[in-house]
């Protein structure tokens, strides 16, 4: 158990986080605005909101395409950031993205947000469980220092 650990986890979590948020702005604009995918991904991309999602600039680099089933998301970079299972999460919201009407891309929406927050609520609980850990030790270390000293 290290630091590093903890800080991945932490980034982890924040990244999630992010996901959940370009959720929410998807569904919003797309049931209020009607806007185009594209569009909404552009918006994102000016926003420093979505730091994590690297992912948002290569959709942007797709030139007319409107099939985002073939963008990659099991990269190095992206399983260095999230979870295997989120990367799979992301490959299955994005393999109906921009397929039906909007009001299943709103449920789709919907669908993955449920989905992402119970992998938040997950990476919540190991962030703190890790953290109550390493304090543990720290604590421990520290103490077992003070006896030896004394």
């Known amino acids: 158990?290290?630091?590093?650990?903890?800080?991945?986890?932490?980034?982890?979590?924040?990244a999630?986080?992010?996901?959940?948020?370009m959720l929410d702005y998807i569904e919003i604009s797309i049931k209020y605005q009607n806007t185009d995918i594209k569009e909404i991904f552009k918006?994102?991309?000016m926003s420093n909101k979505f730091s994590y999602l690297v992912f948002i600039d290569n959709i942007i680099k797709l030139q007319g395409i409107t099939d985002y089933s073939n963008i990659q998301f099991n990269t190095q970079q992206m399983r260095n950031?999230?979870?295997?299972?989120s990367c799979e999460l992301l490959s299955g919201f994005f393999s109906?993205?921009?397929?039906?009407?909007?009001?299943?891309?709103?449920?789709n929406c919907e669908t993955y947000k449920e989905f992402f927050r119970e992998?938040?609520?997950?990476?919540?609980?190991?962030?703190?469980?890790?953290?109550?850990?390493?304090?543990s030790i720290i604590f421990g270390i520290t103490l077992l220092i003070l006896i030896i000293i004394i």
């Open 1 to 14: 158990m290290n630091l590093y650990c903890i800080k991945q986890i932490k980034r982890r979590t924040e």
């Open 16 to 21: 999630i986080r992010q996901i959940l948020l």
């Open 43 to 45: 918006k994102m991309n």
């Open 81 to 85: 950031l999230f979870s295997l299972y």
């Open 96 to 107: 109906v993205l921009g397929k039906s009407d909007s009001e299943g891309q709103v449920s």
């Open 119 to 135: 992998e938040l609520r997950r990476n919540e609980r190991e962030e703190e469980k890790r953290i109550k850990t390493f304090s």
